[in-house]
């Protein structure tokens, strides 16, 4: 992204929202310039200080891994949206309504960011103090990006999710009207319109575009034309998406993802991709993925060749998950405990299962099988249950942890499949714990992705 900063007077282009303007008669207005393919991402520096900015911390399945201003931002613009986003629900104020634009226009969420960034890399952010009655101002002019800014002390900030209480005003109806700016509209002289120049009550009406907002969003992108991919669906399994929809690629389609900890705002692009006959796409979920929206950029650079916005949390089937129940040892009252670190995907190879509450440099052992268990052994508990599979003997540091990279390119990791589940546990020697003289760990289960 370029970085020349250049701020348009606000009372020329309304980058400042919902300053009263003269009365026109001309209804929807364009500012000059639109977003292409490369600007379509957008992100949220979550610096807002009103207790009521950040207080709906109700996830929602529409937008997954985003509560507070995030999801409220991630609501606005998803509304200018050639479709529904998924089902259309996540907003109260209109159920199942949510992706309204029609337009040959949808945006690419990319998470949180760590700054106000600069004036063209697509943040919202809060500023300190006020600036008369200006609520909020998008930084102009949008072909290279936009930033916009929300003035802290303008208005007591609320993230809904429904209609905001008296003396607040809604971040997302505001968000909605500043994302029209950064989208290339100017203000409206229509009554009710999402881009009029003045706020109505508290902004939650804006949250809606109306009638000449989508007219005025359509004359910038073109109404979404009939051969623009569509993704009407999208099912994980294991470690694989298929998305369905229509009019993809046979070959050459790019999948966009939330990407995982952005720091540079782009999508992360899965290229070369295959269809099945235009409508179904299956592929591996990259490990750098993130909770967010997945969409699909058939092969060229016009507007109409990348698809609605649908949500999805690809690692969310991957992640490995702790089970079964560690015993007190002699080191530790809790026991043994597994964890990891590193990725699932077997070829990025990187897999490390981590164990704490070990005794200081106990010998132990990794072992792991397909089945699950829970039965006495020694003084702990077996978790695998048979057949199963011994790692190297080792031993614990001296602060009482464990740790074993594994190696998928050499036996016995190498016979780990992809898309099954595996469990694994530690087995560890404890004398000063008495009894049997040895203990273990609770159980991890891994589904490891190709």
Not at 62 to 90: C, D, I, Q, Y
Not at 290 to 300: E, S
Not at 405 to 432: D, E, G, V
Request: charged fraction near 10%; proline fraction near 7%; aromatic fraction near 8%.
């Amino acid at each position: 992204m370029q970085h020349a900063r250049f701020l348009v007077p606000l009372a020329v282009l309304g980058g400042a929202a919902f300053l009263a303007l003269p009365t026109r008669t001309e209804a929807y207005t364009t500012i000059g310039g639109s977003l292409g393919l490369a600007q379509r991402d957008f992100r949220v520096f979550n610096n807002f200080t009103d207790p009521t900015a950040n207080d709906n911390t109700t996830p929602d399945a529409n937008f997954p891994g985003a509560t507070g201003v995030a999801l409220a931002m991630w609501k606005a613009n998803l509304e200018w949206g050639s479709r529904l986003h998924g089902n259309g629900n996540g907003d109260p104020t209109q159920p199942g309504g949510l992706g309204s634009g029609g337009a040959n226009f949808d945006p690419s969420w990319q998470g949180l960011a760590t700054g106000v960034g600069g004036t063209n890399d697509n943040i919202i952010s809060e500023l300190s103090g006020s600036s008369g009655g200006t609520l909020a101002y998008c930084e102009t002019p949008i072909q290279d990006g936009w930033r916009i800014r929300f003035y802290q002390d303008a208005a007591n900030w609320s993230d809904g999710p429904g209609s905001t209480a008296g003396g607040q005003y809604d971040l997302q109806g505001v968000g909605t009207h500043e994302l029209g700016h950064a989208l290339g509209l100017g203000h409206s002289t229509v009554s009710g319109a999402t881009m009029q120049a003045v706020a109505t009550v508290n902004g939650v009406n804006e949250r809606t575009i109306n009638a000449d907002d989508i007219a005025g969003v359509q004359a910038i992108y073109g109404v979404a034309a009939a051969t623009k991919p569509i993704i009407t669906n999208v099912v994980q399994s294991g470690c694989s998406l298929t998305i369905t929809g229509s009019n993809f690629a046979p070959t050459g389609n790019e999948v966009w993802f939330t990407r995982l900890n952005n720091a540079s705002g782009d999508p992360l692009k899965v290229t070369n991709v295959t269809s099945v006959g235009g409508t179904s796409i299956t592929l591996t979920a990259p490990t750098a993925a993130g909770p967010g929206d997945l969409l699909v950029k058939i092969p060229g650079s016009a507007n109409s060749a990348l698809s609605n916005a649908w949500p999805v949390s690809p690692q969310g089937g991957t992640a490995p998950q702790s089970y079964c129940q560690a015993a007190p040892n002699s080191y530790d009252i809790f026991g043994a405990t597994m964890a990891y670190s590193g990725s699932t995907s077997l070829a990025t190879n990187n897999f490390t299962l981590v164990t704490n509450g070990v005794p200081p440099n106990a010998a132990c052992l990794y072992f792991f099988g397909p089945n699950q268990a829970f039965a006495p052994f020694g003084n702990g508990y077996r978790c695998v249950g048979n057949p199963t599979t011994r790692l190297p003997i080792m031993n614990a540091s001296p602060f009482g942890d464990a740790a074993l990279t594994l190696n998928f390119t050499t036996s016995p990791a190498s016979t780990i499949p992809a898309n099954s589940p595996r469990n694994f546990q530690l087995w560890y020697r404890n004398p000063a714990g008495g009894g049997a003289g040895f203990n273990l760990s609770d159980g991890l289960q891994v589904v490891f992705c190709p």
